[in-house]
């Protein structure tokens, strides 16, 4: 179903990247793996990618970096021609109470969320603009949508998400590229490691944390869903109903 295209995913060597990563290449999209520090996992999703008989490859890239997202995407764009699907995956948090919040914990969430998603966005564009067809996808999170007592960072990243989503929704639409945001809730990754307490789990209403292949399936839907735009798509079991 994308056989030929070429896809990029930040964050791709763990988580919920590494499984949407896997998904395209399932689909037959080659795949550049966007990683932070651990090249062996990204080698590793990559070969996983490989075994589907796609072309996969790994870039270390801090996203929020403007200068080295630029880089990477000229590096890409030099091994694989050209870059059809974007996925803006990378995320992280710093979770504290505003009275305590540290302003770099500020800084740090909104840079590598939101800035890091217009940095790839940014230098994508011209690409996109060029092939006249271009799919982004941006994780976001319920955080976003309904707030979270001590994320008032991640939250506010999340949520300036979704504005950039609809913004180049709306922005690129007549040239034919499409953009879209994805809202998980609590997904079993690494990042959510120690909720299993979380007494938010109690209010979801499917009554269990979702798997990150769940979120890969929507971006899997999102990819080839050629009328749909400026979405946001929860990923959530319904807590954010
Ligand atoms: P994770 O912590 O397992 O993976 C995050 C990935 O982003 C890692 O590969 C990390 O190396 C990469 N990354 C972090 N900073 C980076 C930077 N500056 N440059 C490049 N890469 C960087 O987290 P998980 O759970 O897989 O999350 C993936 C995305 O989904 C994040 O954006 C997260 O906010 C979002 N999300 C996750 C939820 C969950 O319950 N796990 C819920 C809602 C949203």
């Known amino acids: 179903m994308l056989k030929g295209k070429v896809a990029l995913v930040t964050g791709g060597s763990r988580g919920i990247g590494a499984a949407i990563a896997r998904q395209l ?31 996969s490859r790994a870039y270390r890239c801090n996203v929020a970096d403007f200068g080295e997202t630029k880089d990477t995407v000229a590096a890409v764009k030099a091994d694989f021609g050209t870059v059809h699907i974007l996925v803006n995956n990378a995320g992280i948090t710093r979770d504290g109470l505003i009275p305590m919040m540290k302003e770099d914990a500020f800084d740090a969430v909104l840079d590598t969320n939101l800035k890091g998603a217009f940095n790839m966005i940014r230098h994508c564009a011209g690409l996109f603009l060029r092939n006249r067809e271009g799919c982004i996808i941006n994780i976001s999170s319920v955080s976003g949508l309904m707030g979270n007592a001590g994320q008032c960072n991640y939250a506010a990243s999340k949520a300036g998400l979704i504005g950039l989503t609809k913004s180049v929704a709306k922005e690129l639409a007549p040239k034919g590229i499409r953009c879209n945001a994805i809202a998980p809730g609590f997904i079993r990754t690494d990042m959510t490691g120690t909720q299993e307490k979380n007494p938010l789990l109690a209010m979801i209403p499917l009554g269990t944390m979702g798997e990150a292949e769940d979120v890969a399936q929507a971006a899997a839907y999102l990819a080839t869903a050629k009328y749909v735009t400026g979405e946001v798509l929860r990923v959530d079991g319904g807590i954010a109903m």
């Open 25 to 55: 290449a399932s689909m037959g999209a080659n795949v550049a793996v966007i990683y932070a520090g651990n090249q062996q996992a990204a080698e590793e999703v990559c070969s996983q990618c490989r075994e589907f008989g796609v072309e």
